[in-house]
């Protein structure tokens, strides 16, 4: 069955200091990969989206996300991380289903002044 | 632009007492619709998915069902809760067709049991 790994159940970063958050899919056709962020008691909200193209994208709050098919990766960095990013990050797969997104288990990211 | 309204946000509810959550999009027509539970640290649940007025799928067999009576209109319902359904419900929606399309979700419900 298709899965999203997400191995980082929770990260801490100081502010200022860069971060990644891993993200590895196991559907071996053309993945449809998505990033969103969910802060405490809210929706989760889309960060950005790879389909094909160019393997870096960018996406909202200075975020962006690099494809790598040989990785079966796609993780999502940020050079300085603010405070106002503490909150659980989702990485989700289309690929394989018309319909449904295969979603990671979450990073939780937390942000020491 | 497409909105996506899920109410109440807040429940309190009696174990065995009936459950109705309601959900509506707004700006977009025959939208796929979603219901998600996200439990303390178990990540997002697909709980139901519709493609189209009437047309309902379920993921996993529980003590809730789903209707979508309108176009834009996703309800989670239950005759009798439980205990076990304490948890966040989240409606999401997406453009119809293709896998390329990304959901998009409501604010939640956090749902308590008592």
């Known amino acids: 069955a298709q899965s999203v790994t997400q191995p980082d159940i929770h990260i801490t970063v100081s502010e200022g200091a860069s971060l990644e958050l891993r993200c590895n899919y196991s559907?071996?056709?053309?993945?449809?990969l998505f990033w969103y962020v969910q802060s405490p008691g809210q929706g989760l909200q889309l960060l950005l989206k790879?389909?094909?193209?160019?393997?870096l994208v960018q996406g909202i709050k200075g975020f962006e996300a690099e494809f790598k098919r040989s990785q079966s990766s796609f993780n999502l960095r940020k050079p300085s991380v603010h405070w106002s990013d503490a909150a659980e990050y989702f990485c989700?797969?289309?690929?394989?289903?018309?319909?449904?997104?295969?979603f990671g288990k979450g990073t939780l990211l937390t942000v020491n002044p | 632009s497409q909105t996506i309204h899920q109410w109440p946000a807040t429940l309190v509810q009696p174990v065995g007492s009936p459950l109705s959550l309601e959900c509506t999009v707004e700006?977009?027509?025959?939208?796929?619709l979603y219901w998600y539970r996200q439990a303390a640290g178990r990540g997002l649940q697909l709980l139901f998915y519709?493609?189209?007025?009437?047309?309902i799928s379920s993921e996993v067999p529980q003590n809730l069902s789903a209707s979508r009576p309108q176009d834009r209109q996703f309800i989670l319902s239950s005759k009798k809760l439980l205990l076990s359904d304490s948890g966040f419900y989240l409606c999401?929606?997406?453009?119809?067709?293709?896998?390329?399309?990304?959901?998009?979700f409501g604010d939640g419900t956090r749902l308590s049991i008592l």
């Open positions: 700006g977009t027509s025959n939208p796929n």
């Open positions: 989700a797969d289309g690929g394989g289903s018309n319909y449904k997104l295969t």
């Open positions: 999401a929606w997406s453009a119809e067709s293709s896998s390329n399309q990304p959901q998009h």
């Open positions: 519709s493609v189209g007025i009437g047309q």
């Open positions: 559907y071996g056709a053309t993945p449809y």
């Open positions: 790879y389909f094909s193209g160019d393997t």
